[in-house]
């Protein structure tokens, strides 16, 4: 087994193989040192969602939503991944747990928004779909969200402040698209998810923090923001003022 063990890793970790394919993914572990590195952030993440999301079986309309809604992002991307694991609904359906969970001991429509909000978040890493588009150029993210969401996501420039843009991606909060750009702040991504809602008043960051996970959400002219990483509190905060002033 020479090649690096990608999704595999996924499936070792939740104990999904078989004996003998186990053995030689525990022996590929051994002698290379990238997919070592790549097992211990599954593991971390893993752990990060156990304690964090209590998952909800997603009804098969949501499913057939999400299949839909891939497909139409990028649908090479969606044909690749379901050959090379063999049917598209394992990471349709894994995708679709976490979106739909619930974060325990919270209630009321906006708890049930912000798990959604992190799962998106969590989702993105775990199955390798950080981005539709990848690009830093604003000029290729916006028009690339066109016909794909039934609005025009405000897309800024903030590589000069310290967060470069790496690209966008088509999601699902609830059963709304959405758009997701994607920011870094070093080796941190940072997920910003924008809809329109226009009965949605005017409002400043407000933060939550789920199982190391750093949330904020705010308002500006009929948009909803919410923000999401890991990256440390304060730093988010910047990235959320900066966003406010170059889109308000």
């Given at each position: 087994?020479?090649?690096?063990?990608?999704?595999?890793?996924?499936?070792?970790?939740?104990?999904?193989?078989?004996?003998?394919?186990?053995?030689?993914?525990?022996?590929?572990?051994?002698?290379?040192?990238?997919?070592?590195?790549?097992?211990?952030?599954?593991?971390?993440?893993?752990?990060?969602?156990?304690?964090?999301?209590?998952?909800?079986?997603?009804?098969?309309?949501?499913?057939?939503?999400?299949?839909?809604?891939?497909?139409?992002?990028?649908?090479?991307?969606?044909?690749?991944r379901a050959?090379?694991?063999?049917?598209?609904?394992?990471?349709?359906?894994?995708?679709?747990?976490?979106?739909?969970?619930?974060?325990?001991?919270?209630?009321?429509?906006?708890?049930?928004l912000t798990?959604?909000?992190?799962?998106?978040?969590?989702?993105?890493?775990?199955?390798?779909?950080?981005?539709?588009?990848?690009?830093?150029?604003?000029?290729?993210?916006?028009?690339?969200?066109?016909?794909?969401?039934?609005?025009?996501?405000?897309?800024?420039?903030?590589?000069?402040?310290?967060?470069?843009?790496?690209?966008?991606?088509?999601?699902?909060?609830?059963?709304?698209?959405?758009?997701?750009?994607?920011?870094?702040?070093?080796?941190?991504?940072?997920?910003?998810?924008?809809?329109?809602?226009?009965?949605?008043?005017?409002?400043?960051?407000?933060?939550?923090?789920?199982?190391?996970?750093?949330v904020l959400?705010?308002?500006?002219?009929?948009?909803?923001?919410?923000?999401?990483?890991?990256?440390?509190?304060?730093?988010?905060?910047?990235?959320?003022?900066?966003?406010?002033?170059?889109?308000?």
């Amino acid at each position: 087994m020479s090649e690096h063990l990608g999704d595999v890793l996924h499936a070792y970790v939740d104990d999904e193989l078989g004996t003998e394919r186990t053995l030689d993914v525990r022996a590929h572990l051994a002698a290379c040192a990238q997919c070592r590195r790549s097992y211990e952030k599954v593991r971390a993440l893993r752990g990060v969602l156990q304690r964090t999301l209590r998952p909800a079986e997603p009804s098969p309309a949501f499913l057939r939503r999400l299949r839909a809604s891939l497909r139409r992002a990028d649908p090479s991307r969606f044909r690749r991944r379901a050959e090379r694991v063999g049917w598209a609904a394992v990471p349709l359906a894994a995708a679709a747990l976490l979106t739909v969970a619930v974060l325990p001991g919270l209630r009321g429509p906006r708890a049930d928004l912000t798990g959604e909000v992190v799962a998106a978040h969590l989702r993105s890493l775990q199955v390798d779909h950080l981005t539709d588009v990848a690009s830093s150029d604003r000029h290729t993210v916006k028009p690339w969200f066109q016909g794909k969401v039934p609005f025009s996501p405000p897309v800024p420039d903030l590589r000069d402040q310290g967060y470069p843009l790496e690209g966008g991606r088509l999601d699902l909060v609830g059963d709304r698209p959405v758009a997701a750009l994607v920011y870094r702040a070093r080796q941190h991504a940072i997920n910003v998810l924008v809809w329109p809602d226009p009965e949605a008043r005017d409002s400043a960051p407000q933060a939550e923090t789920r199982g190391g996970i750093h949330v904020l959400h705010w308002s500006s002219q009929g948009m909803t923001w919410w923000a999401v990483s890991d990256v440390n509190a304060e730093e988010l905060q910047r990235l959320a003022a900066l966003l406010r002033e170059a889109a308000p």
